[in-house]
């Protein structure tokens, strides 16, 4: 996952800069992952994965060569990285691998969450490291309980303190540590930074259950790449999250309607008796009212721009809406997941890019009826267990269409 932040990143950055390619890595000013080694496994599982591929300009310093003077290897810090041939031309690989892997990391959260603690785990490792060494003059954490550091600052970010009150609750810790320091005399080298992990850990669980303050990280702690990136992705997530359970919840109960409507419904409209023969069939036939003039009904319209209004006509005002010429013919699509909305999708409309109406798909397969193409705009309107003909739109099916909406468009907006 961490391969995958790294690639989005760079994706990012040359795209912001007009780039089509970024590096040397071994000359720049920030890193990837917080650590030019982590950055080198990066670059390498990246570049096996056929996802970037090294290019030009470099160096004869940058490549290593057999005795024929065939290419043997490269040295992943001193050349530029690109996107492959295999993504696109070179105006549409940005799009298409940002596309893919915001897509891609969309569909594991969890994923995001566990490589965004690893990153902000280094973080406060470095943090402490540099509060030793630039402010107190101390020697940085012993390696044997460099372990024990991260793993106290893992457990901490999981259980849901968040970066800036690790870096209070470590400013804390270090500070008594050094305190302690210089009233103990003839400490070993070491033993206060040993203490500081000890008190860290103390500190954190003392704070699991009073308010923590949040302190900045200062500027002088590497910000890694994908650091911004993760935050965004989840984010991203938990608004998707957000709005996925709050159309589950609309959905669940709209259905549960259906089955108290259906009663009602053949409590008002029983089933009409047998016709002995067919006089008294058309005697029927002949007393049935005349149609009368349709009644307004509300009804929503899903663009193929992806916007979603909610109107006021009559069933023929609806039809006309989708089919773009007005000519009235429509298919209509019964929604098997949300058995009380229908929909209607014009018959004629051109089979153009401008018409396709991809929010419309992905609306569909989320409310129940998955299409593998809608053309034009779609119409929704609510019909009864009874009876299919058109219904105006209740307020919670209207809720429930634009939580359908904000769901497949929250990627989008975020």
């Known amino acids: 996952m961490t391969a995958a932040l790294a690639l989005l990143a760079i994706t990012e950055i040359m795209t912001k800069a007009s780039n089509k390619a970024v590096g040397p890595f071994g000359k720049l000013d920030y890193t990837l992952t917080g650590a030019t080694d982590g950055d080198v496994d990066v670059l390498r599982e990246l570049h096996q994965g056929r996802w970037l591929v090294p290019t030009p300009p470099t160096t004869l310093d940058a490549v290593a060569f057999n005795d024929d003077d065939s290419v043997r290897a490269v040295y992943i810090k001193l050349i530029p990285w690109t996107l492959p041939r295999w993504m696109g031309g070179e105006e549409g690989r940005n799009k298409y691998a940002k596309s893919a892997l915001e ?6 959260p969890e994923d995001i969450r566990k490589a965004l603690i690893d990153v902000e785990t ?31 600052v893992k457990d901490a970010l999981a259980a849901g303190f968040t970066l800036e009150q690790l870096v209070a609750v470590a400013w804390s810790a270090t500070a ?24 860290l850990s103390r500190r954190i ?10 302190y900045e990280l200062p500027n002088w702690v590497p910000r890694p790449a994908v650091h911004a990136v993760a935050l965004r992705m989840q984010a991203r997530c938990d608004k998707l999250a957000e709005a996925m359970s709050t159309f589950f919840d609309l959905q669940q109960r709209v259905n549960s309607r259906q089955a108290h409507e259906m009663e009602a419904d053949f409590a008002s409209h029983p089933f009409p008796r047998q016709q002995e023969n067919f006089k008294g069939l058309a005697e029927d036939l002949r007393s049935a009212p005349q149609a009368k003039a349709e009644d307004p009904i509300s009804y929503a319209v899903l663009s193929p721009s992806g916007a979603i209004t909610f109107e006021h006509g009559t069933p023929s005002e609806m039809r006309n809406s989708v089919t773009g010429s007005g000519s009235g013919f429509v298919d209509r699509i019964m929604i098997e997941g949300t058995p009380t909305v229908n929909a209607y999708v014009g018959e004629l409309v051109p089979a153009t890019a401008e018409n396709r ?5 992905e609306m569909m397969a989320l409310l129940g009826e998955p299409q593998d193409v809608v053309l034009g705009s779609i119409a929704f309107f609510a019909v009864t267990p009874t009876s299919k003909a058109p219904r105006g739109l209740d307020a919670e099916q209207q809720a429930l269409l634009r939580a359908a909406h ?3 468009t929250a990627p989008l907006h975020s």
């Open 103 to 108: 897509g891609h990391l969309e569909r594991n």
């Open 122 to 152: 280094n973080m406060v490792i470095d943090y402490l490291n540099g509060l030793l060494g630039r402010k107190y003059r101390e020697d940085p954490i012993p390696e044997h309980r460099l372990l024990d550091a991260h793993t106290t």
């Open 176 to 199: 008594g540590s050094v305190a302690w320091g210089q009233r103990t005399p003839g400490l070993k080298p070491g033993s206060v930074a040993a203490a500081t992990v000890t008190n």
């Open 205 to 214: 669980g003392y704070a699991s259950d009073r308010p923590v303050p949040e």
């Open 357 to 361: 109406n991809t929010i419309g798909v």
């Open 406 to 408: 904000d769901a497949v």
